[in-house]
Every structure is written in structure tokens, then in C-alpha cells.
């Protein structure tokens, strides 16, 4: 009798979690989906170099909240001023760290920051070295850059993903607007909430091309203010309510042309920081993917910028 009464809670639990794989596979299917066509559309990213954990930490943290070429030019500072030596960073007073990194901005915060995560490190592993991060796991590299202070998710995902070649997922303003809008993440998930989410969707080996395409993405097509959606190779894809399609309307620049037209991901501005190589800074060098083609003109008058608050 008791075994009767309680098929029907089993045969429901059952059906439950049918309905969630169902859910999650479709999920799946339609990121792949979504990689795939902006793939044909820009073209494969090329692979960055990689460079020392540390050296990966230090300057995902001065790009924190900072523009790219600002925060480049913070990093060859500090790289400059020190040459090189990360202990005479780490000895070094505060106010001489932040005097060398100030053409990025927010120095006082970030001289501070670094310090302390360098006197940590120290703390914690006894030499200024994180190449023992390239034989942990994710979950256990994560979880040691995150009890470093002062580094969050995206930090700790950029050094993973970029100098240890994990699949973490940095999750920064274009990656977390993008895939809001795709109906990837909802819409009221944080960038922390993101990270855990997209890492659970997209497949280990396209971890990083999905980062860098939903980047250039963000910067190109997908703006902030003003989207250029007439143009958008997944327009067809995305469920965002504010679209602006423009005089072309959808087809203009949306999916059916995606696989015949090409862009370029190659500005630094669009491919995010160049990586540098050990702890001497190369000078930027932007590697084109494809030919870019005649930008579309934008119909729609422009409108006034709200100014972007920092982060």
C-alpha cells in the first residue's frame, strides 16, 4: 500500500528531471547554435600566447574597471619601474606602485591591491610563483585566487582560461550584456552568477572562443547603447525586446547571410588585451581574422550617452 502511495512523487520526480535534461539539452543546442553562426561570421580567434600566472594576475587586475589601452600602458610601467621583479614590487612602498601604474587610473586602490596580493601569495606559497596552478584543477585554482582578496571571478577565471588554459570563463560587461540578451543567462543574473552558468553550458573545448567572440561581439554589434542589431548575425537567435533593425529590418545583416559574410575581431579594441609575453610587455599587435568589410551605416539618429559608471 505504502509502495502504491508513493509511485505517483516518483513517477512526477521522474518526469521532473526528464523535463530538466530536455530543457538543458535545448539550452545547449541553441548556445551551439549561437557560437556557430557568430564563428562563421568572424571567424576563428586566434590563440593567444601565454604567459605566467602571476604576471596573467597582476595585470587582470590593472584592467580592472579600466580601458584596455589604459591599463596595457599601467602594466609596462610597472614592468618598466621594476624591471621585471615581481619581489621588488612586492617591496616596494605603495605610493611607488601606484606612481608607476597611475596612467591607468584608480592607482591608490590598485597599488594597494597588488601589494597585498603579492605579501599573500608569499603568505601562502612561500616564493612570488603560481605555475602550480597549471597542474590543479579548475575548481582548486579557482578557489586559491579567490582567498587572495581583491580578486574576483573574471580575475581569477582570466588567469585560468589565458595562462593555465582551463576552461573558466571570464564574464566581463560585453560577455555578461551579450549573453543577457542571447537569453543565455537570465536577465537578472549578476556577472558572478554568469560565470557559474555559462560554464555549465558551454562545452569545455569552446570555452575560449566563445569568450572572445561574445567579446568582439559586445564591442562591434552588440553595443551598449544603441545596438546595431540590423546587422547582427544571430538577430534571428536573439529574443532581446529592444532591438533596433533598422531601415534593412531582419535579414539585413542577421542569420541567413552570417556564413557568407566576414568581419574582422582583429582591433585590439574588439579581441580584448593583447597578451604579453613573461613579464616584458610586447607592444600590442592586432592579427586580423579575416577582411572586414564596409561598415553598415547606422540609420537611426543618435542619442545622448548616459555616463558609464564604474564597475
Not at 214 to 237: M, N, S, T, Y
Request: charged share 20%.
Amino acid at each position: 500500500m505504502g509502495e502504491v502511495a508513493t509511485r505517483p512523487a516518483t513517477i512526477a520526480a521522474k518526469s521532473k528531471k526528464r523535463a530538466t535534461n530536455r530543457a538543458d539539452t535545448a539550452a545547449r543546442n541553441r548556445l551551439l547554435a549561437i557560437h556557430d553562426r557568430l564563428l562563421g561570421y568572424y571567424g576563428e580567434p586566434p590563440p593567444r600566447t601565454l604567459q605566467d600566472p602571476l604576471s596573467e594576475l597582476i595585470q587582470t587586475v590593472l584592467s580592472q574597471n579600466t580601458a584596455d589601452v589604459n591599463s596595457d600602458r599601467a602594466y609596462a610601467s610597472l614592468m618598466r619601474r621594476f624591471s621585471g621583479d615581481w619581489d621588488a614590487v612586492r617591496a616596494a612602498a605603495v605610493g611607488e606602485i601606484a606612481d608607476a601604474i597611475r596612467i591607468g587610473g584608480l592607482a591608490e586602490i590598485k597599488s594597494v591591491r597588488i601589494k597585498s596580493i603579492l605579501d599573500r601569495i608569499v603568505e601562502m606559497v612561500g616564493e612570488l610563483d603560481l605555475n602550480f596552478l597549471r597542474d590543479g584543477s579548475l575548481d582548486e585554482g579557482r578557489t586559491f585566487l579567490r582567498s587572495l582578496g581583491g580578486v574576483g571571478p573574471k580575475t581569477a577565471a582570466c588567469v585560468l582560461l589565458f595562462s593555465c588554459g582551463k576552461p573558466a570563463l571570464p564574464v566581463d560587461t560585453h560577455v555578461h550584456r551579450v549573453s543577457q540578451r542571447l537569453g543565455l543567462v537570465p536577465q537578472k543574473a549578476t556577472a558572478e552568477q554568469a560565470h557559474a552558468l555559462l560554464e555549465a553550458l558551454v562545452p569545455e573545448d569552446l570555452v575560449y572562443s566563445f569568450h572572445m567572440l561574445l567579446i568582439g561581439h559586445g564591442r562591434q554589434i552588440c553595443k551598449a547603447q544603441r545596438p546595431r542589431c540590423f546587422e547582427c548575425p544571430v538577430e534571428d537567435l536573439c529574443p532581446y525586446p529592444a532591438k533596433g533593425l533598422g531601415v534593412g529590418g531582419r535579414g539585413s545583416g542577421a542569420g541567413a547571410q552570417a556564413g557568407s559574410r566576414s568581419t574582422t575581431l582583429a582591433s585590439s579594441k574588439a579581441l580584448g588585451r593583447v597578451a604579453h609575453v613573461g613579464p616584458l610587455p610586447a607592444a600590442p599587435n592586432p592579427q586580423p581574422l579575416t577582411p572586414s568589410p564596409k561598415a553598415t551605416p547606422d540609420p537611426r539618429p543618435p542619442t545622448p550617452r548616459s555616463p558609464k559608471a564604474i564597475a
